[in-house]
């Protein structure tokens, strides 16, 4: 089964919450605007995750070509922190 395409999402949650499609999308797009704007303090979505910003430390790769060492630089980067009820519900036992 292929992934939920995005007017797939929008439609399935307008039907679950009696909305029309044009509501449905201003709610979502909210909701991704407010995480874009509050990654950097870290921003939940109750029973999904978290997105968080992380700092990565420079270190030591190898290319793998040529097995030459070179430097990778200090970074930030944005993770998403799966939430332990997802995972319990998405990995019955």
Do not use: C, H, W
């Not at 930030?76 to 995972?87: D, N, S, Y």
């Amino acid at each position: 089964m292929a992934a939920m395409t995005k007017s797939a999402i929008i439609k399935k949650l307008a039907e679950q919450n009696q909305l029309t499609k044009k509501q449905t999308v201003a709610v979502v797009e909210s909701i991704v605007g407010l995480a874009y704007k509050e990654a950097k303090n870290g921003f939940t979505l109750p029973g999904l995750g978290k997105l968080v910003l992380v700092q990565r430390k420079a270190r030591i790769g190898r290319n793998p070509a040529t097995g030459a060492t070179i430097n990778i630089p200090a970074k930030k980067v944005l993770k998403f922190r799966v939430a332990k009820a997802a995972k319990d519900a998405v990995l019955k036992k």
